[in-house]
Nanobody
Framework: QVQLVESGGGLVQAGGSLRLSCAAS????????RGWYRQAPGKQRELVAI???????NYADSVKGRFTISGDNAKNTVYLQMNSLKPEDTAVYYC???????????WGQGTQVTVSS
């Protein structure tokens, strides 16, 4: 099993910044994709950003140029730096980890991000 613990959510005004962290522990060997997803009230969970072992990244169009995903392998932690936040970024943000070889996917408990206008 893999445990993912998110932190860093909160309330911020539009235009502000937050940094989310996701620390992984447990059977993390072979985890090769880490990502952030979000779910707003009444909406489906959507991809925000992913980072693949080797460092390649991918972002949702809605956050390109504003959000940056990065990883610290020594700490088994992935970060999501969110700048120029908008009210539409308000959601619960979930950390995800995938081991593609056996198609296992793990989720954190989620952290609330609220952007006020």
């Amino acid at each position: 099993q893999v445990q993912l613990v998110e932190s860093g959510g909160g309330l911020v005004q539009a235009g502000g910044s937050l940094r989310l962290s996701c620390a992984a522990s447990g059977s993390i060997f072979g985890i090769d994709v880490r990502g952030w997803y979000r779910q707003a009230p009444g909406k489906q969970r959507e991809l925000v950003a992913i980072i693949i072992s080797g460092g390649s990244t991918n972002y949702a169009d809605s956050v390109k140029g504003r959000f940056t995903i990065s990883g610290d392998n020594a700490k088994n932690t992935v970060y999501l730096q969110m700048n120029s936040l908008k009210p539409e970024d308000t959601a619960v943000y979930y950390c995800n980890a995938v081991r593609r070889v056996d198609r296992l996917s793990y989720w954190g408990q989620g952290t609330q991000v609220t952007v006020s206008s």
